[in-house]
């Protein structure tokens, strides 16, 4: 079992910055694959990243566009994601989870966190 907590999400302005934090609790972090979605209001969830446990198997979304990077730390059990350059496109939740195999779809990730809003105001 593992259980995942999101931090980092607020309001920012168009053309800004931020870092999402996700804590991961339970055995071998260093195991899973590691991912965030996004879900903007309306919209079916959707892949950002995913990055594999020993940080060489990366994947980004077309809409991230080189802005924004994934990494991880398997000694703290975290995983981030900074965002740069963001619009108000990025609108959303932003969700932490893991999995047992590299994926892009919700399906293949058994843990999930509570999500982190990101509002990008024009």
């Known amino acids: 079992q593992v259980k995942l907590i999101e931090s980092g999400g607020r309001l920012v302005q168009t053309g800004g910055s931020l870092r999402l934090s996700c804590i991961a609790s339970g055995p071998s972090f260093g195991n899973y694959v590691m991912a965030w979605f996004r879900q903007a209001p309306g919209k079916e969830r959707e892949i950002v990243s995913f990055i594999n446990g020993n940080s060489e198997s990366i994947f980004y979304a077309r809409f991230v566009k080189r802005r924004f990077t994934i990494a991880r730390d398997n000694d703290k059990s975290a995983m981030y994601l900074q965002m740069n350059s963001l619009n108000p496109e990025d609108t959303a939740v932003y969700y932490c989870?893991?999995?047992?195999?590299?994926?892009?779809?919700?399906?293949?990730?058994?843990?999930w966190g509570q999500g982190t809003q990101v509002t990008v105001s024009s």
């Open positions: 989870a893991a999995g047992p195999n590299e994926g892009v779809f919700v399906k293949d990730f058994s843990y």
